[in-house]
């Protein structure tokens, strides 16, 4: 959607552009429509912009309000934008913008941090306060926009990707222990703040983080999800829990409606993506695109789900787009595809993605799909045995995990053996407040961290 960088010197260093230049020509394909850097006393920040709302260059960034005092480079897109522009207003803030960047910088100006809270949607930002001479990082509440930092001697470095970071060249990339152990028993699945590349780290979702000029960093969490049960909710009858969803997946999809450009689909013809084309059709989306993709054939295995893509796309008379990728297409796209990671994922349908995203870029700009349904509702193979486990944390590193702790140590070098962190981070994850029962602690930890750091980042590398 956007790609924003930025360095932040300490202690009155002297600044020097070179590593935001860099920065920003790494991010390229996240942001073709307009790039600029803001030069500060201590701050400098960058942006790729892909426009999305407000199409104008009114909302081109880095954006600067003189009279506030304040600079923002911000990556996402808050649906909710316009019900606090509302607000605003009536406090007595003034606009000249149509889009959601300004609302943030006024919102910030106006409720300080606790502005996140009030967020309905996905960013990442920075905002340079040049009054009380510090700058306001934050990512949203499941980290589908990405923030990636690097603290050296003298400075911090931020940017939306981590080979952005390491374009700087002031980053010796050496693999983490921790990652690699987590990425090898984890199920390629890395937590925040940790990265595969050691000293670079991410902001973890639902966080925000204020960097003073001496290099201080004071971080919260802003967002606390309880996975208990409602009592209220014990006596729903299944018509009830049926009303109940379809209202809130009704209210989801017609949140992310907010573009100035046209929304599509992308259709596998799951259940998933179906119930997305189907609420757009019933939200009064006209002439909506939907997109499905294809491979060839192995043996009895087919390459394509046309078959139920086409029943949708036939019944809500949708304008659709089969796209058939050959076997020859695959591998000469890889370097492309591996190029669009900001880490590394193993999951098979990245090539899908990317190969699909260069198809669907030719016709819209902004799709949804259903990403996460597995997470909230409970559809992985795992789920069944922890809904009557009696030692959870077993039960779930046997049933997630890719391999032992004894299994990760003979098949890496010395250097690199270490605790088994995995099992630790699950039980420390499972041991929270907030979720009872096994199942609930699954799915808690699944929906906060295995969705963030597989599926939402797959999706976000490979469509940028």
Same mark, same amino acid.
Request: proline share 5%; with cysteine.
């Given at each position: 959607?956007?790609?924003?960088?930025?360095?932040?010197? &300490?202690?009155?260093?002297?600044?020097?552009?070179?590593?935001?230049?860099?920065?920003?020509?790494?991010?390229?394909?996240?942001?073709?429509?307009?790039?600029?850097?803001?030069?500060?006393?201590?701050?400098?920040?960058?942006?790729?912009?892909?426009?999305? %709302?407000?199409?104008?260059?009114?909302?081109?960034?880095?954006?600067?309000?003189?009279?506030?005092?304040?600079?923002?480079?911000?990556?996402?897109?808050?649906?909710?934008?316009?019900?606090?522009?509302?607000?605003?207003?009536?406090?007595?803030?003034?606009?000249?913008?149509?889009?959601?960047?300004?609302?943030?910088?006024?919102?910030?100006?106006?409720?300080?941090?606790?502005?996140?809270?009030?967020?309905?949607?996905?960013?990442? &930002?920075?905002?340079?306060?040049?009054?009380?001479?510090?700058? &306001?990082?934050?990512?949203?509440?499941?980290?589908?926009?990405?923030?990636?930092?690097?603290?050296?001697?003298?400075?911090?470095?931020?940017?939306?990707?981590?080979?952005?970071?390491?374009? @700087?060249?002031?980053?010796?990339?050496?693999?983490?222990?921790?990652?690699?152990?987590?990425?090898?028993?984890?199920?390629?699945?890395?937590?925040?703040?940790?990265?595969?590349?050691?000293? %670079?780290?991410?902001?973890?979702?639902?966080?925000?983080?204020?960097?003073?000029?001496?290099? @201080?960093?004071?971080?919260?969490?802003?967002?606390?999800?309880?996975?208990?049960?409602?009592?209220?909710?014990?006596?729903?009858?299944?018509?009830?829990?049926?009303?109940?969803?379809?209202?809130?997946?009704?209210?989801?999809?017609?949140?992310?409606?907010?573009?100035?450009?046209?929304?599509?689909?992308?259709?596998?013809?799951?259940?998933?993506?179906?119930?997305?084309?189907?609420?757009?059709?019933?939200?009064?989306?006209?002439?909506?695109?939907?997109?499905?993709?294809?491979?060839?054939?192995?043996?009895?295995?087919?390459?394509?789900? &046309?078959?139920?893509?086409?029943?949708?796309?036939?019944?809500?008379? @949708?304008?659709?787009?089969?796209?058939?990728?050959?076997?020859?297409?695959?591998?000469?796209?890889?370097?492309?595809?591996?190029?669009?990671?900001?880490?590394?994922?193993?999951?098979?349908?990245?090539?899908?993605?990317?190969?699909?995203?260069?198809?669907?870029?030719?016709?819209?700009?902004?799709?949804?799909?259903?990403?996460?349904?597995?997470?909230?509702?409970?559809?992985?193979?795992?789920?069944?045995?922890?809904?009557?486990?009696?030692?959870?944390?077993?039960?779930?590193?046997?049933?997630?995990?890719?391999?032992?702790?004894?299994?990760?140590?003979?098949?890496?070098?010395?250097?690199?053996?270490?605790?088994?962190?995995?099992?630790?981070?699950?039980?420390?994850?499972?041991?929270?407040?907030?979720?009872?029962?096994?199942?609930?602690?699954?799915?808690?930890?699944?929906?906060?961290?295995?969705?963030?750091?597989?599926?939402?980042?797959?999706?976000?590398?490979?469509?940028?």
């Amino acid at each position: 959607m956007c790609g924003i960088c930025g360095e932040i010197f &300490f202690n009155r260093q002297p600044i020097y552009e070179d590593s935001v230049i860099r920065m920003n020509q790494a991010m390229a394909a996240r942001g073709p429509d307009n790039e600029d850097i803001y030069h500060g006393i201590w701050t400098l920040m960058g942006h790729r912009r892909l426009k999305i %709302i407000d199409l104008s260059d009114d909302s081109n960034q880095p954006m600067i309000d003189p009279k506030l005092g304040l600079i923002i480079v911000y990556n996402g897109a808050i649906y909710n934008y316009k019900i606090l522009k509302d607000e605003l207003i009536e406090k007595g803030y003034s606009f000249h913008t149509g889009g959601d960047t300004e609302v943030i910088l006024k919102a910030y100006h106006a409720w300080g941090e606790d502005c996140v809270t009030r967020f309905n949607g996905m960013f990442a &930002f920075a905002i340079y306060n040049q009054a009380k001479d510090k700058v &306001f990082m934050a990512r949203d509440r499941l980290g589908i926009k990405p923030l990636y930092f690097h603290k050296t001697g003298n400075s911090l470095l931020f940017a939306s990707s981590l080979p952005a970071l390491l374009a @700087t060249g002031k980053i010796k990339p050496q693999i983490s222990a921790q990652a690699l152990h987590y990425y090898l028993t984890f199920h390629s699945v890395v937590p925040a703040p940790h990265t595969m590349v050691s000293g %670079i780290e991410k902001l973890p979702p639902a966080t925000w983080a204020v960097i003073s000029q001496d290099g @201080t960093m004071t971080r919260n969490t802003y967002w606390h999800p309880v996975y208990q049960r409602d009592q209220e909710e014990e006596n729903y009858t299944f018509d009830d829990w049926k009303e109940r969803v379809s209202q809130t997946l009704m209210a989801s999809v017609k949140r992310r409606l907010v573009a100035d450009v046209p929304v599509g689909v992308l259709l596998s013809g799951g259940l998933d993506s179906s119930l997305v084309v189907g609420l757009l059709a019933e939200a009064g989306q006209k002439d909506l695109k939907t997109f499905s993709i294809g491979f060839d054939s192995v043996g009895d295995e087919k390459g394509d789900e &046309f078959l139920y893509s086409d029943i949708i796309a036939r019944h809500f008379a @949708t304008d659709h787009h089969k796209i058939q990728v050959s076997g020859s297409e695959v591998l000469p796209s890889m370097p492309a595809c591996v190029k669009a990671m900001s880490e590394p994922m193993v999951s098979h349908d990245c090539i899908g993605f990317y190969l699909l995203s260069q198809k669907v870029a030719e016709h819209v700009r902004v799709v949804q799909s259903g990403q996460g349904a597995d997470e909230i509702f409970g559809g992985y193979h795992w789920y069944p045995p922890m809904m009557e486990s009696t030692d959870p944390v077993t039960d779930y590193r046997s049933v997630f995990g890719d391999r032992s702790h004894d299994e990760f140590l003979e098949m890496v070098t010395q250097a690199y053996h270490g605790d088994d962190v995995s099992t630790r981070f699950i039980r420390d994850h499972f041991d929270m407040p907030g979720a009872d029962t096994p199942i609930d602690k699954t799915l808690r930890l699944d929906t906060l961290v295995m969705l963030t750091e597989d599926p939402v980042k797959r999706v976000d590398n490979m469509t940028m």
